[in-house]
Structures are given as C-alpha cells and as structure tokens.
C-alpha cells in the first residue's frame, strides 16, 4: 500500500505534463481555426460568405473590410480560448516544479 502512495506521488510532475499537453494540442488546433477567420483567404467559407453577400445584398466585400471586422474579433476569440484552456487543464497542475525532474522517473522504494 505505501508504494502504490509513493508512485503516485513521484508521478504528479508527469500528470501536470499531460494538462500542459492536452492543452498545448487543443490550443494549436483552436487558434488555427481561429485565425483562419481573421483573414478573407484565411478558409474557404470565408470566401463563399463573401460572395454571398455579393450574390444577395449586392455588398461588396474586399480584404479590407473583412480584415477590419474579423481580426479584432479573432483576437478576442484567441485570448477567451487562451482563458479556457488554461482553467480547465492547468488551474490545479502546479507547474512551479523542476523541469529536469521530469526527465527520468524512476520510482522510489522507501523501506
């Protein structure tokens, strides 16, 4: 009983590695659909809204317009996805260990 306590306390450095992780992978793949709004050519939906307002209401949207009302709102977006990440995976990791203790995990058997 007291080594399965001791291994699971010489392994918490490694569980916080795998929040930081999951939330570095979500993170990527969040900020790049994000920033593929930003921009007209960003995604290929970006360019058939544009033509449908076209095709519709007869507005015009060139770059400039498109870039004026989506960066701002992706950069929005990016910093709530930011705020989302890190309180769902990293609120209770505790990163304030040494990073080179990750490196060889050995457990210990204390007798």
Known sequence: ????KKLVLSL???LSIVGLCKAL????AYCASIGGVGM?????????????ADDRYKF???FVNWAS???PL?????????VVLVFVFLRDSGMSYNYF???VVVPRIET
Do not use: E, R
């Open 69 to 71: 009302f989506a960066t």
């Open 101 to 103: 203790s990750i490196l």
């Open 74 to 82: 992706s950069v929005l977006m990016t910093l709530i996805t930011w």
């Open 25 to 28: 992978m979500l993170g990527i």
């Open 1 to 4: 009983m007291l080594l399965g």
């Open 12 to 14: 918490d450095p490694i």
């Open 40 to 52: 007209l050519t960003g995604t290929g939906p970006n360019l058939i809204a544009a033509q449908a």
């Open 60 to 62: 015009s949207i060139n």
